[in-house]
């Protein structure tokens, strides 16, 4: 593709106020004989236009035809057209010629769907993101739990093994990045991170347990996101009843399993015993009635004649946020065969519904069930949905899609998108994310928490098609997640893919109480994407543990980083773990600076 800019060399800059200086100038096929042919050409519009004349040359595969060591020589004799330099000395000696604002959303905008369906018929076109955005969490928090511990104690006998595996694993995923295959076949890759997942977690619970008291069943959850979290759990084989008290925030039992909701500090813990004695908890919300399923924070309403959602509103102004069907592109009519209330507890209500997508001549294009969630204490709606597809897409992906449709009231409403952990306008007729959607209208912002379905298209006015099964898509089964006026979506939208481990223990709770962090942060703005161990550089300190945060509500300031144990020294440092400037350390906390949007990291080491 051409380069858009009319200067050589730009002045490239981030939202986070850094900028790099880059070479924009759109190079020659240095293999094709074309390139040599019009070469008076190219000069003439490299004099006319550039400040500083610049020919750039490619070399891709093909060999450079004879005239291009005729320039060569030529040049050895004497600069006649001009001098072969690098871009290093190139930067130095060439002044900046176009200075281009920050790069918007839509400005990173590629048809990567076109290309997946049609250019290279991927069976995981959609899903691919899907599984590879969730393994990413879960690498994410494997090393966690590892930094965690690093942070605690000394490096236990099978750590670096267990390191070197993980690192080993991560590389593997990377390098595959979105093309994982069909969802039916099994991924080795993901059964490898499994067993280095339970290894890292199991270790620091032991670590956190080591003190506690024996022969108390019980269950121990990791959170490895650095915000806290209430993690909805549902857990088989209970003795009975869990008391809603300490870190548990809502609970029921049905038969053999009890549903909870569970409070986790960032980057903590929380321990819930297995079962007791106690008498079950009262519904404080009735979650389940007719068509309706609701918590303390919003309700939503079943359509009996689609099936879809009819009303997703919140409880404080009562006003309906948006609308939920399903669809196929380019038409479809969403019929239930049933609908109604599932489960109605004191932690759950949940609502399903079936039936079938058809056609206008009444033919079926695919049958549906769709649950829809909303436990107490967790001010979201989770929605998912099954298909069996009779009709499957083809031809162009976004002619032809099934999908998740969204509408609105008011067509006059703005439309936002997370990138990077940032919210961001967007005025594209396509906004996905693998992050989120957001629908403003006034002070009102309703957010569809995608987790990693990255494609969507806007339908009409005041709906939004997020994308769930083009041509060749091997998927049937999708989750979203709805939520209303968050200030900060950004952890949301993290801790919807991140996992948290659960892992049965006899004993507990630890010493320090039922729940507790080993690492904090303390503004909720300033997301922690990443805790990892790493080798110790300064003189007496044994282990180290380094720390990558985002910026993400668009504005600069300072926080706090605190460790369950006060590190010893503390630097920023560059993305090679090398320092870049020391931290001082007045006290606990480790004094976090940062600029709107920054992406920054820092390393804590321990004697």
């Given amino acids: 593709a051409s380069s858009p800019y009319t200067a050589a060399v730009i002045n490239w800059p981030a939202p986070d106020g850094k900028a790099v200086d880059a070479f924009a100038k759109t190079p020659l096929p240095a293999g094709e004989w074309q390139t040599y042919f019009n070469f008076a050409y190219h000069l003439h519009q490299a004099v006319t236009n550039d400040?500083?004349?610049?020919?750039?040359?490619?070399?891709?595969?093909?060999?450079?035809?004879?005239?291009?060591?005729?320039?060569?020589?030529?040049?050895?004799?004497a600069p006649v057209l001009g001098t072969w330099i690098g871009l290093s000395q190139y930067f130095a000696e060439v002044i900046t010629g176009e200075y281009v604002s920050p790069a918007g959303a839509d400005d990173h905008a590629t048809d990567t769907l076109d290309e997946r369906v049609t250019g290279r018929h991927r069976p995981d076109p959609v899903s691919g993101f899907v599984r590879h955005l969730r393994l990413r969490r879960r690498i994410d928090a494997a090393y966690t739990y590892a930094a965690l511990y690093r942070s605690l104690s000394l490096e236990a006998p099978d750590e670096a093994?267990?390191?070197?595996?993980?690192?080993?694993?991560?590389?593997?995923?990377?390098?595959?990045?979105?093309?994982?295959?069909?969802?039916?076949?099994?991924?080795?890759?993901s059964a490898q991170l499994e067993s280095l997942e339970a290894q890292t977690a199991q270790r620091l619970a032991d670590r956190i347990l080591a003190r506690s008291e024996p022969n108390r069943p019980g269950y121990l959850v990791l959170n490895p996101c650095g915000f806290p979290r209430r993690v909805a759990l549902e857990l088989d084989g209970s003795a009975g009843p869990i008391p809603v008290n300490g870190p548990v925030k809502a609970s029921e039992l049905d038969g053999a399993t009890a549903r909870v909701v569970v409070e986790v500090p960032g980057c903590g813990f929380a321990w819930i015993p297995r079962g007791?004695?106690?008498?079950?908890g009262k519904p404080r919300v009735k979650t389940g009635d007719g068509l309706t399923v609701r918590?303390?924070?919003?309700?939503?309403?079943?359509?009996?004649?689609?099936?879809?959602?009819?009303?997703?509103?919140?409880?404080?102004?009562?006003?309906?946020?948006?609308?939920?069907?399903?669809?196929?592109?380019?038409?479809?009519?969403?019929?239930?065969?049933?609908?109604?209330?599932?489960?109605?507890?004191?932690?759950?209500?949940?609502?399903?519904?079936?039936?079938?997508?058809?056609?206008?001549?009444g033919e079926?294009?695919?049958?549906?069930?769709?649950?829809?969630?909303a436990w107490i204490g967790r001010p979201v709606l989770e929605l998912h949905i099954d298909l069996d597809i009779k009709m499957p897409p083809q031809h162009y992906p976004w002619h032809s899609y099934f999908a998740s449709r969204f509408a609105w009231r008011d067509d006059r409403a703005a439309i936002f998108r997370g990138m990077h952990g940032a919210t961001m306008p967007s005025t594209a007729n396509r906004p996905g994310s693998p992050e989120f959607v957001e629908i403003r209208f006034g002070s009102a912002r309703t957010f569809v928490f995608t987790?990693?379905?990255?494609?969507?298209?806007?339908?009409?006015?005041?709906?939004?098609?997020?994308?769930?099964?083009?041509?060749?898509?091997?998927?049937?089964?999708?989750?979203?997640?709805?939520?209303?006026?968050r200030d900060h979506p950004a952890p949301t939208a993290a801790g919807w893919t991140a996992p948290a481990a659960v892992l049965p223990t006899d004993k507990g709770p630890p010493p320090v109480g039922p729940s507790g962090w080993l690492a904090n942060v303390d503004l909720p703005s300033l997301l922690m994407t990443s805790l990892k161990p790493v080798a110790a550089s300064?003189?007496?300190?044994?282990?180290?543990?380094?720390?990558?945060?985002?910026e993400t509500a668009g504005f600069g300031g300072a926080a706090d980083l605190l460790f369950a144990r006060t590190p010893g020294r503390a630097f920023q440092v560059d993305d090679r773990n090398s320092a870049l400037n020391e931290i001082a350390l007045p006290g606990d906390p480790i004094g976090l600076e940062f600029s709107a949007n920054e992406l920054f990291r820092v390393r804590a080491e321990w004697a």
């Fill in 51 to 77: 400040s500083a004349p610049t020919l750039a040359f490619l070399h891709r595969g093909l060999p450079a035809p004879p005239p291009a060591a005729d320039f060569h020589a030529l040049a050895d004799l």
């Fill in 161 to 189: 093994e267990t390191l070197a595996a993980l690192d080993r694993v991560e590389d593997a995923i990377e390098t595959r990045g979105e093309d994982v295959g069909p969802v039916d076949e099994t991924d080795a890759l």
């Fill in 276 to 280: 007791g004695t106690a008498p079950a």
């Fill in 538 to 550: 300064s003189e007496g300190m044994t282990r180290a543990v380094a720390a990558r945060f985002v």
């Fill in 295 to 361: 918590n303390e924070f919003l309700e939503a309403d079943l359509d009996p004649q689609t099936g879809g959602l009819r009303s997703i509103r919140d409880l404080r102004t009562r006003v309906t946020r948006l609308g939920q069907l399903l669809a196929y592109n380019p038409g479809s009519t969403m019929t239930a065969r049933s609908a109604g209330i599932s489960k109605s507890g004191a932690a759950l209500g949940e609502a399903v519904s079936e039936g079938d997508l058809v056609t206008d001549h």
């Fill in 364 to 373: 079926v294009l695919a049958t549906y069930r769709q649950r829809v969630r």
């Fill in 451 to 485: 987790g990693g379905l990255a494609f969507a298209q806007k339908s009409g006015g005041r709906m939004l098609d997020v994308v769930l099964v083009p041509e060749g898509e091997t998927a049937r089964s999708f989750d979203l997640l709805i939520a209303f006026d």
